[in-house]
């Protein structure tokens, strides 16, 4: 069962930074894509960074490319988000993914499950 942990949101002035950390459990994490997603009431969920393990390739949302930068560390089993130059418009509810396949395009996930989400607030 595929089990995420999101930690290090918080409040944070514009133009601060912020690391998010995810801890991952319970799938093969070196074959398992794994992504950064964000929510806002009433809002749909929104991908902002994937990591697709087969293709070798990482997306990035325009909204947020140039500024936050996602890692993992396979010894870990961690994923990260470093946010840098945070703007109002990031605040929202963020999300650690993890799946066979997953999406940031078209938010969707095969075979994986969502984090609780961790608030990350940015003050103007």
């Known amino acids: 069962e595929v089990q995420l942990v999101e930690s290090g949101g918080g409040l944070v002035q514009t133009g601060g930074s912020l690391r998010l950390s995810c801890a991952a459990s319970g799938f093969r994490f070196d074959n398992y894509d794994i992504g950064w997603y964000r929510q806002t009431p009433g809002k749909e969920r929104e991908g902002i960074s994937c990591?697709?393990?087969?293709?070798?390739?990482?997306y990035y949302a325009d909204s947020v490319k140039g500024r936050f930068t996602i890692t993992s560390d396979n010894a870990k089993r961690m994923v990260y988000l470093d946010m840098n130059s945070l703007k109002p418009e990031d605040t929202a509810v963020y999300y650690c993914?993890?799946?066979?396949?997953?999406?940031?395009?078209?938010?969707?996930?095969?075979?994986?499950?969502w984090g609780q989400g961790t608030q990350v607030t940015v003050s103007s």
């Open positions: 993914a993890a799946g066979e396949r997953i999406s940031c395009r078209v938010v969707s996930i095969l075979h994986g499950s």
């Open positions: 990591l697709s393990r087969r293709e070798g390739t990482t």
